[in-house]
Each structure stands twice: as structure tokens, then as C-alpha cells.
């Protein structure tokens, strides 16, 4: 089975382990993530319908050899030990997987024991943050979101700053705050200035918002000073996630002159479990928006670089049900990864096995496919009712917010699962 397997036999691959309809990860997909269960300690895994396979339980049964991926690998709590092998045996690994799943194969279903002490219901694990991430970066590179916010900041001449269309624009985040879905986040603190004609003033922030985003992870990049071309640049990257970059705008809007994003945005982001890679998404791949002006020589691609990927918001109150605020999607996105990669590279910085880049704030062209409150309510203007009457400029304490994602093509669906945070008051 190699990565040029024939679509139609792709499709058509079955797993002797149950994948209930509409789930987000048939055989085809073999996402990677880090679970802990009563007895285990956090180590690698993937996952199949609702069950987790324990990757270390299949190496030590002898089950993964001819992958060339160290046996500690799996015993590792984070994955970067495994995807620093590079992609070649990562993408070995992921076809040994589908293989040892799929019906007609007898290499592990036929053991009773192995098949019970490898697969675990997914209710009974933990999931824990994929990898430990050393360098995070977050990209704007969704036109309407830039646009958008250009738009209410700036007034709609000088929505797009002149740098916007020749440049994925980004930053610099902080990799210590990402954590795992799940994890409650604590409403900041901050200064602030509500009123510009009044001193600024100290509290919690009163516009806590949500960035519907994905990230991509890295492979190991290459040494300081060297670049990474849009052409190698697939190659360095892992796969991908959902991720939440819950963001302060009356903290964000005081601070960020000149030097851009810093409090407003590092008291949290959150990231979804499963890192899907590449390969697995590739049913899904199109052609992204074209790019008008052309992009400097360093930044033009070939083909296709962009995925079918549908995304939804879901805000939850507390104790109350949900309320999907925002339907987008990833193909709506103007830079592409590829060429992110390249630009972050171009002046020789070097990336590393477990690096996160995100996408920035994805948003479409209508106003339901905003992915952010900012945009929604129209900074707080236009409030969003939802169902159990109450509204919403921004998050309250209590509520859960919930972002989930996933492509289908000719009956086949690829999923990411969701990655989900509740806001716990300031303290
Ligand atoms: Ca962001």
C-alpha cells in the first residue's frame, strides 16, 4: 500500500475493528495522538471509529518492525520522538496501521489477546496534547478575516494593510500556553483601555473571543540558515489539527501598537488531539483561491495546496445546549501552507519536529462563516442570540466553546474529532 494507492481501492477499504457510519476516522484516516488509560502512561496511539489502538502494545508484539521507527518512540509521552524519523517512516508506520486493520489481514485480529490489550474504548482514554511544541507561529492568512477586521479597525480603503497580498503575514506565539482540548481556560486579566479620552484601566477582560483556526505541525525543518521551498515544503509537514487561539480583543486592541499580539493572546490556545496527516487528507486536496497579484517567485507553487475541509463553532452555555455560531472552511484560506512554510524559512530560520503553525482566524465571504465574535457580532454590535434566549458580543464565564472539522469526497469522510474549552471566571 503506498501513498499513490488507487482512489477507488482506497475507498473501498474495511476495518475488522467497528467504525460507526458517519465517523470521522474510518480506515482511511489513521490520525496520531497520545493517550493515557488506567495502568498506561501517556505514549502514542492512533485511533479507528471510537477505538484508540496502543501503538507500544503492537511494537512490542513485534507487529511494527521494517518501519525504521525506534521501538522508545512509542514509550514517548509526546510524538516528537516519532516524527523526528521524517516522513518516509512515519508515512511506513501509518500504511503498517491500515494494513494490520484492514479486514482479510490476520496479523493481529486473530490474537484475542494482543487485540485486547491494544484497542481501548475512547471513552476510557485520556487524550493529551499531541506533541510538545517548541515554536509556535500564527499566521492571518484568511483574506476576509483580514479584510474584516481591517474593515473595523481601519474603515473599509484601508481594510488590507499593502503588505497583505505579497506576504503571509504572521507572528510569533507563545508554545508554553498551547494545551490540550479539554483544559478549562481561566478568563485573563489585563490592562486595558475602554475609553480612549480616560486613563487605561486593570481587570478581566470583557471581550473574550474565539479564533476558529487549524495548525499544522512540522517535521524536523532543516539547520539555521537554510530555507525550505514551497516545493520541499509538504514534505516538512506533519499533518494537521484544530486549534482554538482564544483571544482578549480590549487587551489585544490596547497592547498590540507596534509590536502586535502578546497577553491578549497567550493565556491560552487550545488544540484538538489528533494530528491527521497529510496523506490522509489527500481526497481532500484542491486548489486554493487564486492569488492576485502573483506572489513573488519564492512564494509560487505548483498544483494543487489547499483541502475540502468543512469547520464548525459551537457555543455551549453553561448547562444549556449547543449553538453552532459559525460554518467556514479551510479551502477558504488565501496562503497556503506550503507557502507559509517557505516564507517562514526564507530568511534561513530554522524550524523543528513539533513546531505549530496556525492558519489564522478562518473565515468565509458570508456573515455565518465568520470564525470569530469579533466578526459575528460585529465588534459586539450585531449580538447573537442564541437559543436558550439569552445573547452574546463575547464568551461568558461557563460557556464551552467546541470546533470541529472534517472533509468528505465520494462517500469517504476524514475527520479531525473537535477541540473543545469552557471558561472558567477570573481569579
Ligand atoms: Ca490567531
Known amino acids: 500500500m503506498s501513498s499513490a494507492i488507487d482512489p477507488a481501492k482506497l475507498r473501498a477499504l474495511k476495518s475488522w475493528v467497528d467504525v460507526p457510519a458517519g465517523s470521522d476516522f474510518p480506515i482511511q484516516n489513521i490520525p496520531f495522538g497520545i493517550f493515557s488509560a488506567n495502568g498506561r502512561a501517556p505514549r502514542p496511539c492512533t485511533r479507528i471509529g471510537d477505538t484508540v489502538v496502543d501503538l507500544h502494545v503492537l511494537c512490542e508484539a513485534g507487529l511494527l518492525t521494517g518501519t525504521d521507527i525506534a521501538s522508545e518512540a512509542f514509550q514517548s509521552e509526546t510524538l516528537n520522538a516519532l516524527i523526528k524519523h521524517g516522513k518516509p517512516a512515519v508515512r511506513r508506520l501509518r500504511e503498517r496501521l491500515m494494513d494490520l486493520l484492514s479486514t482479510g489481514n490476520t496479523g493481529m485480529q486473530d490474537q484475542a489477546g494482543l487485540v485486547g490489550r491494544a484497542l481501548i474504548p475512547v471513552?476510557?482514554?485520556?487524550?493529551?496534547?499531541?506533541?510538545?511544541?517548541?515554536?509556535?507561529?500564527?499566521?492571518?492568512?484568511?483574506?476576509?478575516?483580514?479584510t474584516n477586521v481591517g474593515i473595523m479597525f481601519r474603515g473599509p480603503e484601508n481594510a488590507l494593510m499593502p503588505n497583505w497580498l505579497h506576504l503571509p503575514v504572521g507572528y510569533h506565539g507563545r508554545a508554553s500556553s498551547i494545551v490540550a482540548s479539554g483544559t478549562a481556560i481561566r478568563r485573563p486579566m489585563g490592562q486595558m483601555r475602554p475609553d480612549p479620552q480616560q486613563p487605561p484601566v486593570f481587570g478581566p477582560s470583557k471581550q473574550l473571543d474565539i479564533e476558529l483556526e487549524t495548525a499544522f505541525i512540522t517535521f524536523e525543518g532543516k539547520p539555521l540558515g537554510e530555507r525550505i521551498t514551497t516545493a520541499e515544503a509538504e514534505d516538512r509537514i506533519f499533518g494537521m489539527v484544530l486549534f482554538n487561539d482564544w483571544s482578549a480583543r480590549d487587551i489585544q486592541s490596547w497592547e498590540y501598537v507596534p509590536l502586535g499580539p502578546f497577553l491578549g493572546k497567550n493565556f491560552g490556545s487550545s488544540m484538538s488531539p489528533w494530528v491527521v496527516t497529510l496523506e490522509a487528507l489527500e481526497p481532500l486536496r484542491i486548489a486554493g483561491p487564486a492569488q492576485d497579484p502573483e506572489p513573488l517567485p519564492y512564494l509560487r507553487t505548483q498544483g494543487m495546496h489547499?483541502?475540502?475541509?468543512?469547520?464548525?463553532?459551537?457555543?455551549?452555555?453553561?448547562?444549556?445546549?449547543?449553538?453552532?455560531?459559525?460554518?467556514?472552511?479551510?479551502?477558504?484560506?488565501?496562503?497556503?501552507?506550503?507557502?507559509?512554510l517557505a516564507h517562514h524559512t526564507v530568511n534561513g530560520c530554522n524550524v523543528r519536529a513539533g513546531d505549530v503553525m496556525a492558519s489564522g482566524t478562518i473565515s468565509g465571504s458570508s456573515p455565518d462563516s465568520f470564525g470569530s465574535l469579533l466578526e459575528l457580532t460585529w465588534r459586539g454590535t450585531k449580538p447573537l442570540k442564541l437559543a436558550d434566549g439569552t445573547e452574546r458580543k463575547f464568551l461568558h464565564d461557563g460557556d464551552t466553546v467546541v470546533i470541529r472539522g472534517h472533509g468528505q469526497r465520494d462517500g469517504l469522510r476524514i475527520g479531525f474529532g473537535e477541540v473543545r474549552g469552557k471558561i472558567l471566571p477570573a481569579g
Open 123 to 146: 471513552q476510557d482514554a485520556t487524550l493529551h496534547l499531541p506533541v510538545e511544541v517548541g515554536d509556535y507561529t500564527d499566521f492571518y492568512s484568511s483574506r476576509e478575516h483580514a
Open 306 to 340: 489547499s483541502f475540502d475541509i468543512a469547520l464548525e463553532a459551537a457555543l455551549i452555555p453553561d448547562n444549556g445546549t449547543e449553538n453552532v455560531i459559525c460554518r467556514t472552511n479551510f479551502k477558504h484560506l488565501y496562503w497556503t501552507m506550503p507557502q507559509q
